[in-house]
């Protein structure tokens, strides 16, 4: 079974600075997504980045970017000139292999940007 | 991009009353759509795996007698909590994955329900 962990139950960031945000996993498969979702207070989820296993090359959405490291099994985000609308609570999420489109979710980090 | 919409946000109910939450995709089919549940301050945990023309895959420790689910439409999945108690109150989340686009790995959510039981 797959497993996602995130080891910062909080964090915050000033508002213009950059956060980085930790993820680890465990997994056998060797196909797989890792995804980061956002979900405000709204508490609808929103999906932040993708990264797929097999490309090397780390994804970035604008001012989010990862840093996929497969062999350690990490995946981190980088959040680059922070926005008040940053404030939300963060969630890595890992789908693949034998689980189909199931997600398994770490256990999230809320992150609050401060003005 | 996609849209799922779910139903309603917000349901309150009395103790031993069973109570229904739609989960539509919009502008896409479906044949599989997950039911997740969310308490305060904590991750989303996958309750079952809906499938559209059959029987629903429930998670170890899920009781399917309880969380009675049914996908009669490429486009509805429905969850009912029958006899609710008090600790059945949750946030219920629902998400889609989109049928055209093979496995992209993209899923999509609805807006979540929130359940209260008195």
């Known amino acids: 079974a797959q497993t996602v962990t995130q080891s910062q139950p909080e964090m915050s960031v000033q508002e213009a600075e950059t956060v980085t945000l930790s993820c680890t996993y465990d997994t056998s498969e060797s196909n797989y997504y890792l995804f980061w979702y956002k979900q405000p207070p709204s508490r609808q989820m929103i999906l932040v980045i993708r990264?797929?296993?097999?490309?090397?090359q780390n994804a970035t959405e604008n001012r989010f970017s990862v840093n996929f490291q497969k062999a350690a099994k990490s995946f981190s985000l980088k959040i680059s000139d922070s926005q008040l609308g940053d404030t939300a609570m963060y969630f890595c999420?890992?789908?693949?292999?034998?689980?189909?489109?199931?997600?398994?979710f770490g256990e999230g980090t809320q992150l609050t940007v401060n003005p | 991009g996609a849209v799922v919409s779910q139903h309603p946000s917000w349901v309150i109910c009395k103790s031993g009353t069973s109570v229904k939450i739609e989960c539509r995709s919009l502008d896409f089919q479906a044949t599989t759509m997950f039911w997740y549940r969310q308490f305060p301050k904590q991750s989303l945990m996958l309750m079952a795996t809906?499938?559209?023309?059959?029987?629903?895959?429930?998670e170890q420790g899920v009781e399917k007698d309880k969380f009675l689910i049914n996908h009669a439409s490429l486009t509805l999945s429905t969850l009912t909590v029958t006899s609710a108690h008090p600790e059945d109150s949750s946030f219920y989340i629902c998400?889609?994955?989109?049928?055209?686009?093979?496995?992209?790995?993209?899923?999509?959510f609805g807006e979540g329900s929130r359940l209260t039981v008195l």
């Open positions: 998400s889609a994955r989109d049928l055209g686009k093979g496995n992209t790995g993209e899923l999509f």
């Open positions: 990264q797929e296993a097999y490309k090397q």
């Open positions: 999420a890992f789908m693949g292999g034998t689980s189909g489109s199931r997600l398994t």
């Open positions: 809906s499938n559209e023309g059959s029987k629903a895959t429930y």
